[in-house]
């Protein structure tokens, strides 16, 4: 089973990935976070990001290892352990040159197909994490270009207010005025940036979109696991038992 969820920042993708993830005994795969370790890797080199020529040339010998236990995901780049460094302020504003960089997207994306097939082919059931059982995979371009025939494809999205509050706890701490204007830069021009090379506001046809503007943290992953078993249901039922297309689901 492969269950893609894409959506804006501040949306909530990879909390809730890694929840539904643990719930379903799959695989998890944060691919956002190898654009943030593509970028420390390019800054760690010292390459100039601004030349998209090295850049991509830098990637694609990226030693890069992804830790996908949904419980303790990891980020090894050359042995180095990055989980903390790629979500400093240095790595979130820097990260756009270096996710917008197309070639830099088609090697990322061939990698993060390659680890899919691993989790959910039946070949490979006795050497990969999840013996088979399948993979959660959240991040921009999953549902639409990444993982396009997963089983459930989900926009996990939210009101700007809601995405900003929740970036500003998870930052700063809090949510107050101040820390939501300190944070509304990095999500929205990130948004914006992304936006060039990925759709993620609006649900392409097959996905389903679940809004969690007024859910809470539980009710979110609920939501997104009710979707899952209404997909796994019609597949077992045949195509005529569907029940559609576009949410918010609830």
């Known amino acids: 089973m492969v269950v893609a969820i894409d959506g804006p920042s501040g949306s909530g993708k990879s909390s809730v990935s890694r929840a539904v993830a643990r719930r379903l005994g799959t695989a998890y795969l944060d691919t956002g976070a190898m654009y943030r370790a593509a970028?420390?890797?390019?800054?760690?080199?010292?390459?100039?990001?601004?030349?998209?020529?090295?850049?991509?040339?830098?990637?694609?010998?990226?030693?890069?290892?992804?830790?996908?236990?949904p419980a303790a995901p990891t980020v090894h780049v050359d042995g180095t352990d990055v989980g903390e460094a790629i979500r400093t302020t240095e790595?979130?504003?820097?990260?756009?040159?270096?996710?917008?960089?197309?070639?830099?997207?088609?090697?990322?994306?061939?990698?993060?197909r390659a680890i899919i097939a691993a989790e959910s082919s039946v070949e490979s059931a006795g050497?990969?994490?999840?013996?088979?059982?399948?993979?959660?995979?959240?991040?921009r371009d999953i549902t639409?270009?990444?993982?396009?025939?997963?089983?459930a494809r989900i926009l996990l999205t939210a009101s700007e207010e809601a995405r900003l509050a929740r970036r500003s706890l998870e930052v700063h701490g809090a949510a107050d005025a101040a820390a939501v204007e300190a944070t509304k830069d990095q999500v929205l021009r990130r948004d914006r940036d992304?936006?060039?090379v990925s759709q993620f506001h609006v649900a392409a046809d097959g996905v389903v979109t679940v809004d969690s503007s007024d859910l809470d943290f539980e009710?979110?992953?609920?939501?997104?696991?009710?979707?899952v078993e209404q997909v796994l249901a019609t597949a077992?039922?045949?195509p005529d038992a569907g029940t559609g297309g576009e949410g918010p689901a609830r």
């Not at 420390?40 to 830790?67: H, K, N």
């Not at 639409?144 to 089983?151: E, G, M, N, S, Y």
């Open 127 to 139: 050497t990969s994490f999840s013996g088979g059982r399948g993979i959660v995979a959240e991040g």
């Open 144 to 151: 639409t270009v990444v993982a396009p025939d997963a089983d």
């Open 91 to 112: 790595i979130s504003t820097a990260v756009s040159a270096v996710a917008t960089n197309l070639a830099v997207r088609a090697e990322l994306r061939r990698l993060q």
């Open 236 to 238: 077992a039922t045949g």
């Open 219 to 227: 009710q979110t992953i609920q939501a997104v696991l009710d979707v």
């Open 194 to 196: 992304d936006s060039t």
């Open 39 to 69: 970028t420390w890797w390019c800054l760690e080199e010292q390459v100039d990001l601004a030349d998209q020529a090295a850049v991509a040339a830098a990637v694609d010998v990226m030693p890069l290892v992804m830790g996908i236990d």
